[in-house]
């Protein structure tokens, strides 16, 4: 059962893909197409670290470690979308014209701290593997806290990137922080004992 | 340049043979009565400058009133009751007055005015408004000698805006412009599309339009023209005072703290069109940037 469980995750998880791929293919894009293209997948992006961030909450809850086999999955596929978003940015909308995009990671903050919680993605998509587990050690644990500033950084960037934080960036900040808060009980109560 | 495609409605495809036909004919005697006013005819010919459509004008509005997301405007305003209306004209002049509708459209023969929008987010539309210039309808009053800008102020009508029931922004919506600016020719009081009745998502009954001027200059649903001594603090500078200026004219060399304004995606173009150059004064150069000679456009952006 837990096998399947797991491919039933995996192919919900490619649930963007299937929604533009239909957008693609019956012209539902709209007027700014690349535009809509690069939203969904910075918007799916957010979700699937959110997602990510509710797997040792829900273990916490429910006192079930099923959540915990999820998060490596839902983890690469936040890479897997940050990586999409990114390329449709660099590739559709200023195809690798590398000047206007090196001043914009320059000089506007919400790039800046996108193209930075990115980067930070790379070292734990690298280092996921069960071999780099058992590798790593201790460090592994250190490295993939990552996850939370990656998630701060890309919560800034859609609020930044926003005219105004009305309702959407605000949404995903407001789940960010319970999920965060989440982390900070868990360790008080944890140092307690 | 006839697109075809996605058009349900018809008046569109007639309204765009139309168009054809009149360049075909060359200087018609409805073209020279356009040609009045400036950069509505020479810019036919280039491909940026094709109409866009009508679908795409109406249903991909930035007017937070009703909701923050492009199509939210369509979807909550078509029951947006817009009769009666009112517009007072009033504060620095002698004698304040206050119009119906019915008399403005009594008063002022609206015309067809095609001009590019350029959304201060870095995309562009060309629009076949229909409306007359803004000094016509300013000229009905007399304004006093401590008259030095003009102020809009949009209806604040929350039981029918669903986006004025939260502070998205400082409703109601104000906009403002110096007097001279307010006066240009190419200001335009705007009542129509594509010649028909202004649709409610882009600001029925009656709106501004500054064609030189990022579009959230162009207030929607005017129900207020106040002549006022102090520069106006819009809704925008309210919110923002660092990234949205009191002129914000559309300039290529000045970036928003967010958006590049050097280029600009054209509405409607398709996944594989490339972003082209933004233009000074979004091409209205000509004709508007003796109002700013002298002035550090870097800082008074």
């Known amino acids: 059962m837990s096998k399947y469980s797991k491919t039933l995750v995996f192919f919900l998880s490619l ?37 990510t961030l509710s797997m040792t909450p829900l273990k916490k809850i429910t006192k079930s470690v099923e959540w915990i086999k999820f998060r490596r999955m839902l983890g690469l596929f936040t890479f897997f979308y940050a990586s999409i978003h990114m390329l449709s940015y660099v590739g559709l909308d200023y195809r690798f014209d590398f000047e206007p995009l090196i001043n914009d990671v320059l000089k506007k903050k919400f790039i800046f701290i996108g193209f930075s919680a990115w980067l930070l993605l790379i070292p734990l998509a690298v280092t996921s593997s069960e071999k780099m587990v058992r590798l790593l050690k201790q460090n592994w644990k250190k490295i993939h806290r990552l996850i939370y500033i990656i998630g701060i950084f890309g919560v800034l960037h859609y609020i930044w990137l926003s005219k105004t934080i009305f309702f959407k960036p605000l949404i995903f900040l407001i789940i960010l922080v319970i999920l965060l808060l989440f982390r900070i009980k868990i360790t008080r109560s944890a140092s307690k004992i | 340049m006839i697109k075809f495609k996605n058009s349900e409605i018809t008046p569109e495809n007639i309204y765009k043979k139309r168009r054809s036909f009149i360049k075909s004919i060359g200087l ?112 009905k009053v007399n304004p006093t000698n401590k008259a030095k800008f003009v102020e809009f102020e949009s209806v604040y009508d929350p039981a029918q805006m669903k986006g004025q029931r939260y502070p998205v922004l400082n409703w109601p919506y ?73 002129y914000s004219n559309v300039n290529p060399n000045v970036d928003h703290p967010r958006w590049s304004q050097a280029t600009e995606r054209i509405i409607g173009e398709g996944v594989w069109a490339p972003r082209v150059k933004t233009l000074m004064f979004n091409g209205y150069g000509d004709e508007v940037a003796s109002l700013y000679s002298g002035m550090d456009l870097n800082k008074n952006f």
């Open chain 1, 15 to 51: 649930w963007p893909i299937y929604v533009i791929s239909y957008q693609i293919i019956f012209n539902q894009l709209g007027p700014e197409p690349v535009d809509r293209i690069i939203n969904h997948f910075g918007e799916w992006t957010l979700i699937f670290i959110l997602l």
């Open chain 2, 174 to 246: 104000n906009e403002g412009l110096r007097i001279d600016e307010a006066m240009h020719p190419l200001t335009t009081v705007v009542t129509g599309l594509y010649g028909k009745k202004l649709p409610n998502q882009n600001g029925a009954p009656l709106r501004i339009f500054i064609p030189w001027k990022y579009g959230f200059k162009s207030a929607k649903a005017i129900v207020k023209i106040k002549f006022v001594e102090n520069m106006p603090t819009s809704s925008w500078m309210w919110a923002s005072p660092r990234e949205y200026g009191f």
């Open chain 2, 28 to 139: 018609s005697a409805s073209t020279l009565a356009m040609s009045a006013i400036p950069f509505v005819n020479k810019s036919l010919a280039s491909e940026r400058d094709k109409l866009t459509s009508y679908k795409d004008i109406t249903t991909y509005n930035n007017y937070y009133e009703f909701g923050t997301s492009k199509s939210d405007p369509y979807r909550n305003s078509q029951i947006f009751k817009t009769t009666p209306w009112d517009i007072t004209i009033e504060g620095e002049v002698e004698k304040p007055i206050k119009l119906s509708m019915e008399e403005i459209s009594e008063m002022f023969i609206s015309e067809e005015r095609i001009y590019r929008l350029r959304c201060v987010e870095g995309w562009s539309m060309v629009i076949p408004w229909m409306g007359f210039s803004l000094s016509k309808l300013l000229s």
